[in-house]
Structure formats: C-alpha cells, structure tokens
C-alpha cells in the first residue's frame, strides 16, 4: 500500500528533526571540555590586579616546590620571596575567585617560615626538612591547584577542607594560626573562621 503524502511529509520532517538532533549532538563539547573552557574563561577575566596576584603566587609556589623537592637550598631567598608575596597578596587577590588560593598559599607560607625558624644556625637540609615533607607537598600542589585553576569544583572543595581543616574545627589554634596570618580577610569572613587574637 502506497504512504499518503501527508504521511510522507512526517516522516521526512521526523528524519530532519533526528538529523539536526544527531549533528547537535555530535558538535556539542563533552562535560570535561566545557568546564576546562570555562575554566579558561574565568582565567582570562582576570583584572590586572588579580592576574598580578596569580603571576606572584605560582611564582612562590614554583620557589617553594624547589625548596621541598630539594633542587634549591636557599631559603633566605624563599624567606624575601614569600614576605614580598605577603605584602602584596592580601590586595591584589579577588576574595571570590581566588580565596582558596590566597588562605591554601598563606597557610603553606606561614607553616613553613615557622618550620625554618627552628633551623636556627643550621643548614637546611631536603633530605631531613624541618617539616613534614608529604603534607608540605601536598600542600604545594593546592595552591597551585587553586590558583591555576587545575583544583576546582568538587575536588577543590574536597581539598580545601582536607588541608585546611585537619580536625574539621574551625576554631582550633592550629588550623586558624594560618589562616589568620594576615587577621581577617573576605576570605576568612567567607569561611566563617574568627581571627581575633590571631
């Protein structure tokens, strides 16, 4: 039996519609495509203060990296490098976009010049650090996580609050001393951390 030419007229019109589905499909960019162009995006949005702030930060993160990898040794240099950082930092940083970079790279910051300060005459050694090697590491690759935008989303989150939560209270000395290195910031008054007295 023979299709009557409003039946055909659907069934090519179906056929249009699965083709221009099918090619929607096939052009549209995979999850992990779309939240890296994002990712992109946000980067090159950067006023020049906070592009400053990203420039500087990954600049003492590559310097700290060195130091506990051991393929630097001068910490007086890291020492000037992370007090110039923490002069400039707290004003150049966007409190939204980049408060995970500026509390994760304070808190590495603050743990280690109070880890070289029990140095004292001596000389720094990679292979015996006055500090914990592994979380120091890790640490490092937080915040550079967080400032180059490779940590975010869930495992940003996941990450902040292993690292900066090691009990999960906020009100614990030893996790508001690095924080709070700089008194209260947007970041800190975001998270709900309470700086007085530190």
């Given at each position: 039996s023979r299709v009557p030419a409003a039946g055909h007229a659907v069934t090519?019109?179906?056929?249009?519609?699965?083709?221009?589905?099918?090619?929607?499909?096939?052009?549209a960019p995979s999850p992990a495509l779309a939240k890296r162009a994002?990712?992109?995006?946000?980067?090159?949005?950067?006023?020049p203060a906070e592009q400053e702030y990203a420039d500087a930060t990954l600049r003492?993160?590559?310097?700290?990296?060195?130091?506990?990898?051991?393929?630097?040794?001068d910490v007086e240099k890291w020492l000037a490098a992370s007090s110039a950082w923490s002069g400039t930092a707290p004003g150049t940083y966007s409190p939204k976009s980049q408060g995970k970079s500026f509390l994760m790279t304070t808190k590495l910051v603050a743990y280690l010049r109070n880890s070289f300060a029990t140095l004292g005459s001596a000389t720094y050694d990679a292979a015996d650090p006055p500090?914990?090697?592994n979380k120091t590491a890790e640490w490092v690759s937080y915040a550079e996580g967080f400032t180059n935008?490779?940590?975010s989303g869930d495992a940003a989150r996941a990450a902040f609050a292993r690292?900066?939560?090691?009990?999960?209270?906020?009100?614990?000395?030893?996790?508001?001393?690095?924080?709070?290195a700089f008194g209260e910031t947007g970041g800190t008054r975001a998270l709900g951390v309470?700086?007085?007295g530190y």
């Open positions: 090519r019109r179906g056929a249009l519609f699965g083709a221009a589905a099918a090619a929607l499909a096939l052009g994002n990712k992109l995006a946000d980067l090159s949005s950067l006023s003492l993160i590559a310097q700290t990296s060195a130091l506990v990898e051991g393929t630097d040794a500090f914990d090697k935008g490779s940590l690292a900066t939560w090691g009990n999960y209270d906020k009100s614990a000395p030893l996790n508001r001393f690095g924080l709070c309470d700086c007085d």
